[in-house]
């Protein structure tokens, strides 16, 4: 019988097409845009995908393509951490549901020192630095890979051991002009209230070096963890002749500046907004303040209607994309005490409007936070937990 399609013939004798991915397109343009979760995942796949994507050029572009990890982008991401636990907390300005808690996702790594012995220094592009209050250690852990590390400055804290007390301030960010993860430590003793010495102490990553840098300043005094803001960071500091004033440290060119034309109290809360330090002066009696600090040395204030009742314990984390800001408080925001609590605050609403998300059993200490899959290196023999 004769085939009525003509064109049949020649369809039984087509070889199809086949189509195909390159291995070096796959992963530039598709894995570099997936989820941490997603990646790990992917590792599996065979040696040579293990190998790629454990690499620290694939997680420097991972990190690149991540819509969160600009100095500029908003918050949607926090790390929490508590005398029990640590936690990664994600947030959506759109979301409906007022079961936050679903929102939280545990993590219990262990910890190379006791827990209890650890403070949260900051976060940084997916790196968790934590400090002993003793400064005799710090430790950078990424909870999505579950990689961690224990650096310890020999040397330096013995310099301390006749002193009567001892003070650290820390903190940790990312220098992208030298490429380079640097962790600085404050160390201030002081003899009978006084100070008797002070000296700082950087850690390279890069180099896997400490190293001793000249402060200048040794009449100030320093206060707590920095804020990372734009690969700065910046304490609260206080001298007996100018008062209560920051502490600014260039991650890039390792440089200290004081700066002064902030009118500085030790209960505003800083924060961070579009890529610049942000200052929210909470006095209860009179409307909000939001100073915002612009390079190089510009100041605007914008005036936020009363509405809301802070305190000293309280911190100012971030802002998200419609403009809310995140903030800790006591167990209830009408009581002074230790942060337990975990709010939001919409400063578009008239009077601003307050939204309590989470509320904890035990103190607990925030940061933002950006998934990645940067290691704390160098790592030699890498800790999981």
């Not at 909870?143 to 590390?149: D, S, V």
């Not at 013995?158 to 430590?185: E, H, L, P, Q």
């Not at 419609?322 to 975990?342: A, D, Q």
């Amino acid at each position: 019988m004769r085939d009525k399609d003509p064109h049949n013939s020649k369809k039984k004798h087509m070889i199809p097409q086949q189509s195909y991915l390159s291995y070096d397109l796959i992963i530039e343009e598709i894995l570099t845009r997936l989820s941490v979760k997603a990646v790990v995942r992917f590792k599996s796949v065979s040696k040579q995908w293990y190998t790629t994507l454990s690499s620290s050029d694939f997680a420097n572009a991972h990190l690149t393509k991540s819509p969160f990890s600009h100095p500029t982008a908003s918050v949607n991401t926090l790390f929490i951490m508590d005398c029990a636990s640590c936690y990664v907390f994600s947030y959506d300005d759109d979301q409906i549901s007022c079961n936050f808690e679903d929102n939280l996702v545990e993590h219990d790594p262990e910890f190379p020192v006791e827990k209890d012995d650890l403070e949260l220094t900051g976060s940084c592009n997916g790196l968790i630095c934590l400090t002993s209050p003793s400064g005799e250690c710090f430790i950078l852990w990424n909870p999505a890979t579950r990689n961690l590390n224990k650096y310890a400055p020999h040397g330096y804290i013995k310099r301390f051991d006749n002193a009567s007390d001892v003070y650290v301030a820390s903190g940790f960010g990312y220098a992208s002009s030298v490429d380079d993860y640097k962790y600085v430590g404050i160390l201030t003793a002081y003899q009978e209230d006084a100070i008797s010495d002070c000296i700082v102490c950087i850690f390279s990553l890069r180099e896997n070096k400490w190293r001793k840098i000249d402060f200048g300043n040794d009449h100030l005094s320093i206060f707590g963890q920095a804020m990372l803001v734009s690969e700065k960071l910046y304490w609260y500091a206080h001298s007996e002749e100018a008062g209560d004033l920051l502490i600014s440290f260039d991650l890039g060119v390792e440089r200290f500046d004081v700066i002064n034309n902030m009118d500085l109290d030790k209960s505003d809360l800083l924060g961070v907004k579009s890529g610049c330090l942000a200052m929210l002066n909470c006095d209860e009696y009179s409307d909000f303040l939001l100073h915002i600090l612009e390079p190089p040395a510009i100041v605007k204030s914008i005036d936020l209607p009363k509405g809301l009742i802070l305190d000293e314990d309280s911190e100012m984390i971030g802002f998200t994309k419609t403009g809310k800001f995140f903030v800790t408080g006591p167990s209830s925001h009408k009581v002074r005490g230790f942060n337990r609590t975990l709010g939001i605050v919409d400063t578009c609403t008239r009077p601003m409007k307050y939204k309590m998300l989470l509320r904890f059993h035990e103190v607990i200490e925030i940061s933002r936070y950006v998934p990645s899959l940067i290691s704390p290196f160098p790592i030699e023999e890498p800790w999981e937990g």
